[in-house]
């Protein structure tokens, strides 16, 4: 199956009005969507969905019942279900919003009508812990979103080979320009992933990257 890709500009050039969204991809039962924050979000709650704010451009105010954090390029927070939040911006800054949107009332019971204890959302720098990482082409969780989690990698030249995996995971490039083809497939020409680029690699299926110079790559994909 030939890979597709996404650049966040253009999908982003497509919001046009404050608070429009746009899906673009579906990894298992997690949606990934671009969304248009200016202005101010009224307050509410989602009973059954764990959120995760990733600004792509621009800065916003992520306000919840707990406490509010500011967040910035290469920032981002989790809200947890049953928190009254809201995210609001003075300027148009755009949100890569991650949450589950396929029966997320039905997974594990797990329905909160009100927020949990926890304190005031907390900012994660995925700029500074890319910049931090030692060990090539070695996975950093950065955060855990319902049973997904969120990694990042860096490395140089040709990446260890991605054994097929039991779901498909998101791959988006924040530096550097990756190959990727699917191994076995002579027929498929490898594609080329960018900065800001995104694509779904998908399940029983194994992968090779080559990046030109040092890459790195951020996926999405159920936990093991």
Sequence with gaps: MRLEKLNLRDVARRLDRPFAMIDMALVGDMTVSLYLCQGVL???RHLDQDELFWVHQGVIL?????????LRPGEMSI?????AHRSSSAFPSTVILIRCTVFPERKNGRR??????????Q??????????LLVPFQP???AHIEDAVLQVMRGAGEWPLIEPHAHDALLLSLAGTAIIYEVGASRTAPMTLGPEELTVLYKDTPYQIFTKGEGILVRLTRET
């Design 42 to 44: 009224a307050w509410h």
């Design 62 to 70: 992520l306000e919840t019942e707990r406490g509010e954090v500011r």
């Design 79 to 83: 809200v947890h279900k049953g928190l």
């Design 112 to 121: 909160f009508l009100y927020g949990t204890r926890e304190g005031p959302p």
């Design 123 to 132: 900012r994660i720098s995925l700029t500074t812990i890319a910049g931090n």
């Design 140 to 142: 950093q969780t950065v």
